[in-house]
């Protein structure tokens, strides 16, 4: 349980942050250290280099801007889950954000952590990816926004080159009718098949997030297109949440098998939409 | 952990079974392989890192090529160790001829052990078959290229 020496650095500012990434050799960022330090604990990881975003001022913070909400990358689970302007104009993040984990690691673990290390069944990316978020990324020489179907690229892969630092999160205004439905592994909470969905009812349009079930997290354009301007009838959900894992390779390990996993999946799309046509 | 996968390359089928038994080519597709070293006849010393992003261990171990029909199979016998545990392996590799090109198909039995078995067991296999991916990528990268 004690990790290999490493190099500490505690930027203060962004720049200096991006700066000593470009510096230094095989580095890993440290943000609430929820994944990161157990993974350094157990040896999993073994960077030579951490750098500690934490004392970097202005990171944490939940805004409204033009009807759009930006979220600070350091901002913790605990904040997203108990801010009053999340439930009011993003409730999909407050309640993806009360299923992460317990409630230590909420009260440690941040959204941009946790969506740079790009766990396959994290649960933020599901909410990330229905909300059509837009991640703002900071590079030694510009910022650069990205869309979150472009973040995830692989298992624990992103968009992220090793000299950037994801800052912020930029997601929309929505109404009230969205949901997140997962089914837990039961010891760590990890999502075996989570899925976030977001309703628009003025428009006729369902935006479907879904993570744990492939090696990447995905947006569930099948059934978006099978609901697209349709009434919402429980069939109508029923038969599009049949398409939940097309163009995805659910993955196969000790919890769930790829056969379960994709019924899950479907089961769990159904619930969603459902629970979110009804709010 | 049984993993398969199967592979179209664009080049006939003596070439790949040539490239594919060829040290130097195996070295630059294992991304990670920081080193080679004939031991015996088709047994090598091998270092590799291996893993994805932050989770990646160092390992020490041999590869072997057993059973070589060419230009049609052969098994890719791998193990190694390192601080987060032991990798064991063996991967049958069988080529046909599918006109111009060449359809490589592996079946492979993995076991891992150790610390990152019992911690990482969410995400080995996941792991394992983005690994072997990458390797056949490279692979048929490299033999197309050439």
Redesign the interface.
Known sequence: MIP?AFEYFRPQTINEAVGLLSQKEDV?ILAGGHS?V??MK??????KTIIDISRIADLSYIRETNSQIHIGAMTTHHLLESSDLLRQKCPLLSETAANIGDVQVRNRGSIGGSLA?????ADWPAAILALEAELLISGPNNQRTIKATEFFV????TALQPNEILTEIRVPVTSKSVAYVKFA?KA?G?AIAGVASWIDKSKNSVRVGITGIA?KPYRATAVEQALEGRPLSADAIAQAARKAVQGADP?????ASSAFRAHLAEVNTRRSLELANSR | MKLTGSYEINAPRDKVFAAITDPNVLQSSIEGCEKMVKTADDTYDAHLKLGVAGLKGSYVGKVQLKDIKAPESYTLVMEGKGAPGFVKGTAKITLADNGDKTELHYEADVQVGGMIAAIGSRLIEAIAKKMADDFFKKFAQQVQGS
């Open positions: 290999v890993k990161l157990p993974a157990f040896r999993l990881a073994q960077p290390h790009a766990d396959p069944a692989d298992i624990m892969q592994q760590s990890f090696a993955l196969n390990d000790m919890h």
